[in-house]
């Protein structure tokens, strides 16, 4: 079983829809959560961090649920500019040093 | 000002050459990384550096060398190359007492062996 596995898509969307990515993780020890953001032939880019409680950014909400080792990402009114690939991220422990990425989930907003 | 920079940004040899990437960072960062992505898109780590200790050194072949002269520099050498090491090579640094999980990127370097 892959340390992170994600949808690789793509999800194809028009403008102002609302699309949710999901991820799960293998190590029930992790401890770090997160999304990252990578444009076409581009470098990664962190997006948000993702609190056991939920969180919010603008458009953007990540939720954890650790019974189920699942990650989630919602974009709420999706623009052209969101068309990337979301990674999901999650540490490896021991430690919070080593990141292991998803293989990303691409997301494609048409007009 | 480029915080993590990467050189070359392209790099086309022969299977059997040995070729190097450079990396800085001017974040002051306390930790750096080389990472990998290959065709499928999946991006794996290959070593950390902790102030200019090695902390992390997945089951690469050691054929892959990475040399930390200071904590701003990460260099990857690569000797005898073989076509399986066509991939982007990402280098990235993060401050490690925050914690935070941001890694900072530089722009990647991809690697063509033909």
């Known amino acids: 079983r892959k340390e992170v596995e994600q949808d690789p898509g793509p999800f194809n969307v028009p403008e102002g829809a609302t699309v949710a990515f999901n991820c799960t993780y293998s190590?029930?020890?992790?401890?770090?959560f997160f999304w990252y953001r990578q444009d076409c032939r581009k470098e990664p880019k962190l997006l948000m961090s993702v609190y056991s409680s939920g969180n919010e950014d603008g458009r953007f909400t990540a939720q954890l649920n650790r019974a189920s080792q699942y990650i989630s990402l919602l974009i709420r009114d999706s623009k052209l500019s969101d068309s990337a690939t979301y990674l999901c991220v999650v540490n490896r422990p021991p430690g919070r040093r080593a990141l292991t990425f998803g293989s990303g989930t691409r997301l494609q907003v048409q007009p | 000002d480029t915080a993590v920079s990467q050189t070359p940004k392209y790099l086309v040899t022969q299977m059997g050459n040995d070729k190097s990437i450079k990396c800085e960072q001017n974040?002051?960062?306390?930790?750096m990384y080389w990472y990998k992505q290959d065709s499928k898109k999946f991006l794996k780590i290959m070593f950390s550096y902790n102030n200019k200790e090695l902390i992390i050194n997945e089951t690469v072949p050691n054929r892959f060398s990475p040399k930390s002269p200071d904590k701003a520099h990460l260099n990857l050498h690569i000797n005898s190359l073989e076509l399986g090491d066509s991939a982007v090579y990402f280098c990235?640094?993060?401050?490690?007492?925050?914690?935070?999980?941001?890694?900072?990127f530089g722009e990647g370097s991809r690697l063509t062996v033909l």
């Open positions: 190590n029930s020890a992790s401890q770090s």
């Open positions: 974040l002051g960062h306390d930790t």
């Open positions: 990235a640094s993060s401050r490690i007492q925050e914690n935070t999980g941001e890694l900072f």
